[in-house]
């Protein structure tokens, strides 16, 4: 599966943006897919997923209540909506899919093993 991810920009602290991750392949509606962001001299870090088989929903203590994943298997595409953003959620965003993830691993990059490119968020104060 390849994996492209768009829907970045520049926004305002208290804003929102939604980012896509546009998905080709077949049968996308098995991956499990996950949100990763990386700030400048930071490790990259889990911030969402959702699970390819029922679509269960996780989230880093960072962004849970302000973030919210779902998916549109009909379009091969996961969205993250970000709202009330913090000028500390600037970063690249990367979607990535698995289509063997087992729930232990769901925050765990190198458990994912399709990347798209990343999309830059950039949150002003």
């Known amino acids: 599966v390849q994996l492209q991810a768009f829907g970045g920009g520049l926004v305002q602290a208290g804003g929102s943006l939604r980012l896509s991750c546009a998905a080709s392949g077949r049968a996308f509606r098995t991956y499990s897919v996950g949100w990763f962001r990386q700030a400048p001299g930071k490790e990259r870090e889990f911030v969402a997923a959702t699970r390819g088989s029922g679509g269960s929903t996780y989230y880093a203590d960072s962004t849970k209540g302000r973030f919210t994943i779902s998916r549109d298997n009909a379009r091969n595409t996961v969205y993250l909506q970000l709202s009330s953003l913090k000028v500390e959620d600037t970063a690249v965003y990367f979607c990535?899919?698995?289509?063997?993830?087992?729930?232990?691993?769901?925050?765990?990059?190198?458990?994912?093993?399709?990347w798209g490119h990343g999309t830059l968020v950039t949150v002003s104060s």
């Open positions: 990535a899919a698995s289509q063997t993830l087992i729930l232990s691993a769901v925050t765990i990059d190198t458990q994912y093993g399709y």
